[in-house]
């Protein structure tokens, strides 16, 4: 399958419905219409190794692809040993986790930009080689980095820092989320032209073989002006970017993505609902195609 739909953690409704554990998530996500779940790390790696191929083995039976979110606590510009040695224990720890329940992907942030912005840029490159060659030592080279376009001006993570690391490694692929992307930009996203741009900014790159594999995150954002200030949700009026600007363009059958959904609380109804104007979109580029 071309592409996939899904949350990040689990949304509220789970617990509602009286689940407790993460191991129910594959076959609750499946019962819905969702093929991809974003397992969160974000306060630190703390699953077991029987848990998370428990885990990997349920998503395998209903057909869940698995990604991992790794602690917020990296920082690739970190100047001071001892956090640069925590961030790199955070990033490996989560592809070590990653690799237990199968997962093909460990997105993070990458980090501060505080002070000399081309300075952190270099720190963090130096870093994330630093990262990839222990994984490597590891037996990890199966697993993809993923570092993510973020929403405030103060972090690393703008679409051309997020694609410089990208540069480092065919092991690194950008985490675009367009959210952050249209925060950032003080409501950058407003037409279907203007998604298009920042696709062809991946292709242009990383080529176009590498780009038709995106991992996607997208969520309504609201932002001040020094960017991100809170996700929100496709309930919430007012608030953007519109998906359905950006569906035409993932429409594409030679595309293949994963689009994960951090709406507040309801990342898995919002996911459904970017699902069917994905939907609705491919049913479209067929009738225009005959």
């Known amino acids: 399958m071309?592409?996939?739909?899904?949350?990040?953690?689990?949304?509220?409704?789970?617990?509602?419905?009286?689940?407790?554990?993460?191991l129910d998530m594959p076959r609750w996500l499946r019962e819905r219409g969702l093929n991809a779940y974003?397992?969160?790390?974000?306060?630190?790696?703390?699953?077991?190794?029987?848990t998370a191929r428990r885990l990997g083995e349920l998503a395998a039976e209903y057909g869940i692809y698995l990604s991992i979110h790794a602690p917020y606590y990296v920082n690739l510009a970190a100047s001071e040993e001892e956090g640069r040695e925590k961030t790199k224990k955070h990033l490996l720890d989560s592809m070590l986790a990653a690799s237990w329940m199968g997962?093909?992907?460990v997105v993070f942030h990458p980090g501060s930009a505080r002070g000399d912005r081309a300075a952190a840029m270099e720190r963090a490159i130096n870093m994330l080689g630093e990262v990839l060659r222990q994984a490597g030592e590891d037996g990890l080279d199966g697993i993809l980095l993923a570092p993510e376009t973020m929403g405030k001006r103060s972090l690393l993570g703008s679409l051309d820092e997020v694609l410089e690391l990208c540069g480092l490694d065919e092991r690194i692929i950008p985490a675009v989320d367009f959210g952050h992307l249209h925060a950032a930009g003080g409501g950058l996203l407003n037409s279907t032209g203007d998604f298009a741009q920042v696709l062809d900014r991946?292709?242009?790159?990383?080529?176009?073989?590498?780009?038709?594999?995106?991992?996607?995150?997208?969520?309504?954002?609201?932002?001040?002006?020094a960017g991100e200030r809170r996700h929100r949700t496709t309930r919430d009026s007012g608030f953007g970017p519109d998906f359905a600007c950006l569906a035409p363009l993932l429409a594409d059958p030679s595309l293949e993505f994963t689009l994960i959904c951090e709406s507040d609380g309801l990342q898995a109804e919002d996911a459904l609902f970017y699902k069917s104007i994905y939907e609705q979109a491919v049913a479209s580029g067929r009738e225009d195609r005959g």
Request: proline share 5%; charged share 25%.
């Open 2 to 22: 071309n592409a996939r739909f899904g949350p990040a953690g689990n949304p509220d409704s789970f617990y509602r419905e009286g689940h407790k554990s993460s």
């Open 103 to 105: 997962a093909g992907v």
């Open 38 to 50: 974003e397992y969160q790390c974000v306060r630190g790696v703390n699953i077991g190794r029987e």
């Open 202 to 225: 991946v292709v242009a790159a990383l080529g176009r073989e590498r780009s038709r594999r995106l991992h996607i995150h997208f969520s309504p954002v609201e932002y001040t002006a």
